[in-house]
Structure formats: C-alpha cells, structure tokens
C-alpha cells in the first residue's frame, strides 16, 4: 500500500463516516451505478487535490467505479479527517493527507500523486496545477477539474496570460455547485465551525461578513436567521447595494471593525482584515476565514501587534492578547473555517458537487483530447441533469411545459 497518513487503526471509524455520508449522496450514488456498468474511466489515472472527507472520499470510490486509477491528497492542512484517509488507504486507494500537516509535508504530497502520471488532476484552489506549471513543465495531463472560486480565479488569470497548458473544467461554475454548495453548504458550516470552536450563542451578536458573493450571502442568510444582526463589507457596488436590498447594512471594513462581534471573511483575496482593522475591535472579537487560502486574515500583522504568544483557549481557538488588554480570538488558525473546526458541508449538498465533479471527469475523458487549453464550464444540459436527480431524490414535483406553452415561447407572433 502506498500512503502517507496518521493513523490506519482508524480505518474502521472511517469507515463508519463514510457509509453515513454515501447515504445522503443519492446523485452521486446513481452516477455510480451507471459507472459500473458503463467503466467511462477505464485506463485513466486521477490525481485529486481535495479535502479529505467523507464526501470526497465517496466521489474517489465513484470514480474508481468508473474504472479510475486514483490517488488523493489533502487541498488544506486543516481540511483533512484522519479516520476517513485511513479508510481509503486501507481499502489500497493511494492517499497522502494528514490533518496538520506542514507546508513541506502538503508539497511532498502534491508531488507524491503527480508522480503517477495522471491523466486528469482534480483541484481544490489550483495548487497543484500551480504546481504542474511551475515545477514540472513536461508533465503532459488531459485536462483538470477546479472546484473553488478561488482556485478558478487563478486558473482564469493563467489562462489570460496564455500560460494554462490543458483545458481545466470550472466545476465551481455549475448552477448545481455554486448556487447551492457555495451559499447553502457554505452559510451552514461556516457558522457550524465557529459555533463549534467557541460555543457562542449567535443571536443579538453582530456578523460583518466580508464578501457578498454566493458564500457570503449564504453566511450572512443563516446568520440573520439566527438572530445576528449582519453587517456586509463588499468591495463591488452590486453585490454590495443586493446586501442592502436584503436588508443588511453595508459598511466599510473600517467601519465595520468597532462594531463587530464576529468577523467571518469569505472574498478569494489577501489580508481584507489587517491591523487597521485589529486595532479598533472591541475586547473578545473572533474573526474566522471561510476562503479558501489562510490569506485573508494578515495574522502575522496580528501577531506583532499581539503582546507575547498567542495561546489555544479552546481546540480550535486561539487568544491574541492587544496591548490595550483586549482579546482578540482566531478560529481554526485563519484557515478554512468549516473544514478547519467541523467537517465541512453537509453530504446533501456536496452531493450535487460530486455528481457535477464526476460528470465532468467523463465529459473530460471522452472530450479532453480536442479541446484548447481554456477554462470550460460544464455543459448545461449535465448541469440540468444533476438538478434533476436531486429534485427527484427530495420528492419534488417538477412542472412540464405544454405543447401550447413551448410553440408560445418558441413564436414572436403573439403579442399583446
């Protein structure tokens, strides 16, 4: 077996997880049976960069269905559950992921699944595609898969400059992924994280959420449900004024610094809270990062402000001491917040992911070899198709248009 985790005594506990989670995945489940039967992978190596779930872990086993050869990495040193990677290496998957891993550990890992020459890579946040492009420039691939906002913003910028070597599926751009992963998987276990880590009633606090994109929205719609008081820091006037028009109210980060209880940056960018902003929060302000990368919070900048080293109150969070005599608290290290102090989003949601990652592995295979290094979204009508089975896995009824109503959409005769 070919591994590098923690732990493999835990495979059995994995094991367990991974089953719970397989339950609450029925599209991916029905994608699964057809490839079994179909084997649309056959002959492929996969590399995948991801966090190490439960959920991952059933799209691995999904594709090794279709005939995959595949092997897995973690796509944050925070992000990986130990009992579920040793599940699959003890099932003979290739996995090299353990939860706290140090940077120099998480590029050997990168590299240790590259070097099986895979056909398609798979990514969270572009690492190792970075990685391809930098250090190992003659390594052929099929194409890639991109997951995260931030992972396809930096995919769209290689592919800009003309320097993108393969075509790259932006996955995070399904309808089926972004709508709902993004806001509804998001807004829950963004806030799951934090509740976990602190145990803090919500209600009568005051959330600056800071970015208004689909996660944002969802952090900022869970919060106001549970009687926060929500305040969005948005750098695009749009997303901005849609915040306002839902009824939050919409500051500066500046501004929004003195007034915040809890701090929750979900933008793709760097250091959006820094010690501008540190210095004016009020004694006990927690701040937590729902991005992708540890970024987004400049914690060095907090660590020199901070008097002395910071220390772990709870698991997962840490007290930086102000001179002033105020605490400011981090959750899960800055890192990706829901991954970092829970376990990420609901196996009801990533199964719409997973479903549009599969299908995106096959419509790659089948069509990778003609296409231009580009960034591609997946084609609507798979898109539809994953929206679709998950309505039917609900129970939902999904009205049919008439034939009178579909020659009236199609013609430009009938007016007023």
């Not at 001491?321 to 608290?329: E, N, Q, R, T, Y």
Request: charged share 25%; aromatic share 4%; proline share 3%.
């Amino acid at each position: 077996m070919d591994y590098d985790i923690a732990d493999i005594s835990l495979a059995a506990e994995g094991e367990k997880r991974i089953e719970w989670a397989a339950r609450r995945m029925p599209v991916l489940g029905l994608i699964r049976e057809r490839f079994e039967k179909e084997r649309p992978l056959e002959g492929l190596t996969i590399a995948a960069t991801m966090h190490v779930t439960t959920e991952t872990a059933t799209l691995m086993r999904a594709l090794q269905a279709g005939g995959a050869s595949v092997s897995l990495c973690a796509s944050n040193p925070l992000s990986t559950q130990n009992d579920v990677a040793a599940a699959l290496a003890a099932s003979g998957m290739s996995v090299y992921a353990i939860r706290g891993e140090s940077s120099d550990t998480f590029y050997e890992h990168i590299n240790a699944i590259l070097d099986t020459n895979p056909d398609l890579v798979f990514d969270d946040g572009a690492d190792t595609t970075t990685v391809l492009h930098k250090e190992r420039a003659g390594q052929e691939v099929l194409g890639g898969l991109e997951e995260t906002t931030t992972g396809v913003i930096r995919l769209r910028a290689m592919a800009n400059e003309g320097v993108l070597r393969f075509p790259v599926v932006a996955v995070n751009d399904s309808h089926t992924k972004h709508l709902f992963d993004n806001k509804h998987g998001t807004g829950q276990s963004a806030l799951d994280g934090i509740i976990r880590a602190t145990n803090i009633l919500l209600a009568g606090k005051t959330i600056v959420v800071v970015g208004y994109g689909d996660c944002g929205s969802g952090i900022a719609l869970r919060a106001a449900g549970m009687g926060a008081d929500v305040v969005v820091v948005e750098v695009d006037p749009i997303r901005a004024l849609s915040a306002a028009m839902e009824g939050y109210r919409v500051l500066t980060a500046q501004d929004a610094a003195s007034q915040g209880d809890i701090f929750i940056t979900v933008t793709g960018n760097i250091h959006v809270l820094r010690g501008e902003h540190f210095s004016k929060m009020k004694d006990g302000a927690i701040i937590a990062n729902a991005g992708h990368f540890d970024v987004e919070l400049d914690l060095v900048s907090l660590a020199a402000m901070a008097e002395g080293e910071q220390r772990e109150i709870r698991p997962n969070l840490e007290e930086y001491l102000m001179p002033d005599g105020s605490k400011i608290l981090v959750v899960a290290q800055g890192r990706l917040v829901n991954l970092g102090a829970a376990e990420g989003h609901p196996a009801d949601v990533m199964d719409m992911s997973f479903a549009d990652q599969a299908l995106a592995a096959e419509w790659l295979a089948q069509n990778g070899a003609d296409m231009e290094p580009d960034v591609y979204v997946l084609p609507e009508a798979l898109d539809r198709e994953v929206a679709r089975l998950k309505l039917d896995s609900m129970g939902a009824g999904l009205e049919q248009l008439t034939e009178e109503q579909i020659n009236y959409l199609a013609s430009w005769q009938e007016g007023t």
